[in-house]
């Protein structure tokens, strides 16, 4: 009977560290960008509609290059493998290109707007660069659910680990470096420059100290073949639908810190809300293994969706004016997305091996750019709501907020993230691919491998 290949602990940690901090970078994009677009730097209504439109069709065209990147992986072949190569080439130009986001020029809105919109498009095109090989890389890393559950699993929550650091300590990193009593552009700059370096740098830790176990075969097939190998990875189809339904629990991610001024008033309570959202992802990423042992990462799936949209629900009619009820609902909402998050890398990572059983092939840049595809789509429907939303109300820099704008923001990140999730439930109902029928394919795969060896 053929056995599964070990990891190193220090290939697993290296890794994980990788992820760690990948994830620095891209929280610290995603979550403080619009607070330093909105608050920081500051446009009108108009240039607030002019941005959304800006970042909406930039995540679009992020979530287009995806499976254009996962093709190009698939047809790679060098002496280090058909991921890592990229791993190592796309570190600097994120981190660089990290630091011009956070360095809008003082001209005319025009010309901000223009710079950003030009920078925003090549980070999110190099960042796919990185992102699709590195996550393609959890697929390659070992042939066994249980191991690779467990390294996506400890990612996932060093992840968390990650955006909770930046969550509470973006803020007070960029007034600090602004050596003034309030944050200023050049302290969001120089907060740029210290997560950038840090982040990306431990980002190669996934190209020197990995290996990709499962190889791929000598022949490059044509795009052509390879689409039609993908039609056939029913499972992958259906994870990815569940997972753009699912963009709603993104909205409160990507204006979290403007939503703290909006309806609390207080940019830093945004740290403590965060602290609690990622405190709870933390523990739901850790003990998700343990739950996986006794439940399918389907069922696992369903019902975290189930709990996060009656916590939206409740938080919604409840109201915001009690922060500490506001608190308890983030927590049970972090838990429900640590779950979400970890069956849905640990899905994709089987659906690479559900192809390799059905067809023959083994595409993990495929599989893996659906991954980042959905997150990118996700982002951009999420940041495209959010910013219609503040367009609508009417929310600019140093502006009066308003009971009108308030009601407005809080309906946008309660009951569209809650229709979102039970939507999301829908495909997974039609998900039928088990872990022991899994289990079951990899060792006739495995078998095929050292007969074909």
């Known amino acids: 009977m053929s056995t599964f290949e070990k990891l190193s602990l220090k290939e697993k940690y290296s890794y994980v560290f990788a992820g760690f901090g990948q994830v620095m970078v891209i929280t610290f994009v995603t979550t403080f960008m619009l607070h330093y677009l909105y608050d920081i730097i500051g446009f009108t209504v108009a240039g607030v509609a002019a941005l959304t439109t800006i970042i909406f069709f930039a ?4 979530a287009i290059t995806d ?16 991921l890592r190569p990229y791993i190592l080439f796309t570190a600097f130009p994120v981190a660089l290109l990290t630091v011009l986001m956070y360095s809008v020029p003082d001209i005319s809105e025009t010309g901000k707007l223009i710079y950003f919109g030009i920078v925003y498009f090549l980070w999110g095109t190099i960042y ?34 990650s955006t909770g650091i930046i969550i509470i300590l973006g803020i007070p990193l960029a007034k600090g470096l602004s050596f003034s009593g309030d944050a200023t552009p050049e302290g969001w700059q120089r907060a740029a420059i210290i997560i950038s370096i840090l982040g990306m ?7 020197f100290n990995t290996k990709e176990r499962a190889k791929s075969s000598q022949e490059v097939k044509s795009l052509k073949d390879m689409f039609k190998v993908i039609i056939k990875n029913k499972p992958l189809f259906l994870i990815l639908l569940g997972g753009i339904l699912n963009f709603g629990q993104n ?6 810190a403007v939503v703290a001024v909006i309806i609390f008033g207080d940019e830093d309570k945004f740290m403590i809300l965060g602290g609690v959202l990622i405190t709870a992802l933390f523990i739901a990423t850790m003990i998700a293994p343990i739950i996986l042992k006794k439940m399918s990462k389907r069922n696992m799936m369903i019902y975290a969706n189930l709990m996060t949209f009656m916590m939206y629900i409740l938080m919604f009619f409840i109201g915001y ?57 996700m982002g951009a429907l999420a940041s495209t709501v959010f910013g219609t939303a503040i367009a609508f109300v009417g929310y600019t820099k140093d502006i009066e907020v308003t009971p009108y704008m308030q009601s407005g923001i809080f309906f946008t990140i309660t009951i569209i993230p809650a229709i979102s999730c039970l939507l999301g439930i829908i495909p997974y109902l039609y998900y039928k ?21």
Do not use: H
């Not at 922060?323 to 049970?332: A, D, E, P, W, Y």
């Open 67 to 82: 499976p254009m990147m996962g093709i190009i992986v698939d047809r790679t072949r060098t002496r280090w493998g058909k």
């Open 321 to 377: 004016e009690s922060f500490i009820v506001i608190m308890i609902f983030l927590f049970f909402i972090g838990m429900g997305s640590g779950f979400f998050i970890v069956s849905q890398t640990g899905m994709i990572a089987d659906s690479v091996d559900y192809l390799e059983y059905v067809s023959g092939e083994r595409n993990e840049g495929i599989c893996f750019s659906g991954l980042t595809f959905v997150g990118k789509l």
């Open 128 to 161: 796919t660069m990185c992102d699709v090989p590195f996550w393609g890389l959890a697929g390659s890393l070992s042939s066994d659910t249980q191991e690779r559950s467990s390294v996506i699993s400890l990612t996932r929550a060093f992840g968390a680990i």
């Open 251 to 256: 909205i409160i991610q990507v204006g979290g």
């Open 433 to 453: 691919l088990s872990e022991d029928r899994l289990n079951e394919m990899m060792k006739e795969v495995l078998i095929k491998r050292q007969e074909n060896e």
């Open 59 to 62: 995540r679009i065209w992020d």
């Open 201 to 207: 740098s431990l980002f190669l830790l996934a190209f």
